[in-house]
């Protein structure tokens, strides 16, 4: 059974960073890309980073391109998102997700930037 487990969202003020983490589990996480979503309330789901299944190539929405970084550790089986620089557009639910079984989604982790 394929879970993704998302950590590290919280309050942070604008201009702070947060690192948000993806632990996967069943199935094999080093042979699949993985990407983090965002949804703000009343927008639609967007694609904020992807990396490739070695972490050889990444890359990025425009809006936080410079800002964000994606990584994974395929020891671990978890995947990161560091995201430095937040504005208050950032504000979303987090989501990670997997193409492995046509596509699996984690239940998401809360990023609110707020002063």
């Known amino acids: 059974q394929v879970q993704l487990v998302e950590s590290g969202g919280g309050l942070v003020q604008p201009g702070g960073s947060l690192r948000l983490s993806c632990a996967a589990s069943?199935?094999?996480?080093?042979?699949?890309?993985m990407s983090w979503y965002r949804q703000a309330p009343g927008k639609e789901r967007e694609l904020v980073a992807t990396?490739?299944?070695?972490?050889?190539?990444?890359s990025y929405a425009d809006s936080v391109k410079g800002r964000f970084t994606i990584s994974r550790d395929n020891i671990k089986n978890t995947v990161y998102l560091q995201m430095n620089s937040l504005k208050p557009e950032d504000q979303a639910v987090y989501y990670c997700?997997?193409?492995?079984?046509?596509?699996?989604w984690g239940q998401g982790t809360q990023v609110t930037v707020s002063s």
């Open positions: 069943g199935f094999t996480f080093s042979n699949y890309r």
């Open positions: 997700y997997t193409s492995y079984n046509d596509g699996s």
């Open positions: 990396i490739t299944r070695a972490g050889g190539s990444t």
